[in-house]
């Protein structure tokens, strides 16, 4: 980072006046909060500062937020009780985007502000496909927080696709050419966390018969995706928040710190907050995680999106054939409550053993209203019917009318009707 607030990283140069959302996690004021994309800031007890505080331990002009892109200088005004980041007390320091920091008995997370209205135009962006409006959301989301360097957490149901929406985002930074570290801490033992996750030197442990790079050290350049992160013991997060803090830790055995230049994306399916208020998972490493967070929609918000879906499983199976619009409408017309992963493993099935294969049996899912399945199975064949006709007339909607038997002008308002019409 330079005087001018510039980031460079690989060659790609971020200056871009980011909306910053200042929040009091903890303190009297707890939950007030100020969104600001640029100039100085100032927060204390005194009238007029942009955040006044009224906790009596803060200083009339306790400190000042100098905002540039994805970072911010904390610089403390001379204040009586100090400003304090990681416990020590500091004068001015750049923070990143996520950081926490404390003024008298006052906690303050610095996060950025996403806005979530906007809606993309793709269909397809870095290998996730989608035109519901939940998808595109999420499009036009994720290509506003690439650019940053800002952590990310990904909240949504398992088999949601939290992983592939990790990887895009990764795709879609700076940070693309360098490596994309994947932790997932529900299927990594307890006993060995700690080492895979910072590493070990030869003589740790038992087993460790030779020094080993752990996913911080490997994530150099590039991007650390924590999966499950619910599921990080209580005693690791102190070592993980300073490392995401300070880039800096240590092998398991050795003391000697090490540095590592990465992004963190983590996920889960749980309600982080909601266990950060309970005491089960650290408040300031979930805060230092959700500086930026982004809702991975599940299958059920995004049934338009199936017959893409399923089309884009097929073909990644190594399909011989296009799957034909009947077996498009039969998987619009069932509930996936395992999300696209299960979809997924269904297409699989369908492409190794024929359209005829037998989709398994969901435990606790009864039969739909018969005219919701039949307007969704039609819906899905008109689409996929659509889809597939103008493939095979390049686009021209005079010769795909006259395949079809129907008015040119009825086409237009099928095409209309499903969003196919550009």
Known sequence: MNERGTSTLGGTTLDQPSPIRVVIIEGPDAGKDLVADRGTLTLGAQE?????LTDSAVSRKHVALELFGSRIRVKDLGSKNGTYFLGNRIDSMELPLGSTFTVGQTRVALMPSVKGGALSPKDELAGLVGRSAAMKRLFAQLEQVAATDASVLLLGPTGSGKEAVARALHTLSPRGKG????????????????????????GAFT???????????????????????????????PLLLRALETKTFSRVGDTKPMKSDFRVIASTQHDLAELA?????????????????????PLSERLEDIPMLAHRFAAEAKATEALSPSTIATLCA????????????????IVTFGPDAVL??????????????????????????????LERHDGNASAAAREAGIARSYLYRMLDAHGLKK
Not at 179 to 202: C, I, N, W, Y
Not at 334 to 349: D, F, H, S, T, Y
Not at 360 to 389: N, T, V
């Open 179 to 202: 490596p994309f570290v994947v932790f997932d801490s529900g299927a990594v033992s307890r006993e060995l966390m700690q080492s895979t996750l910072f590493g070990h030197v030869k």
């Open 334 to 349: 069932k509930a996936w409550p395992g999300n696209a992963r299960e979809l997924k493993n269904a297409v699989e099935r």
């Open 207 to 237: 087993s460790a018969v030779k020094d080993s790079a752990g996913a911080l050290e490997l994530a150099n350049g590039g991007v650390l995706f924590l999966d499950e992160v619910a599921q990080l013991p209580l005693e690791l997060q």
């Open 277 to 297: 208020k309970q005491g089960t998972f650290r408040m300031d490493v979930y805060y230092r995680l959700a500086a930026l967070v982004l809702q991975v929609p």
């Open 48 to 52: 007029g500062c942009d955040l006044v």
């Open 360 to 389: 398994p049996k969901i435990e606790g899912q009864g039969p739909k209203d018969f005219h919701q399945s039949r307007e969704q199975a039609l819906r899905a064949f008109e689409r996929g019917y659509l889809q597939a006709l």
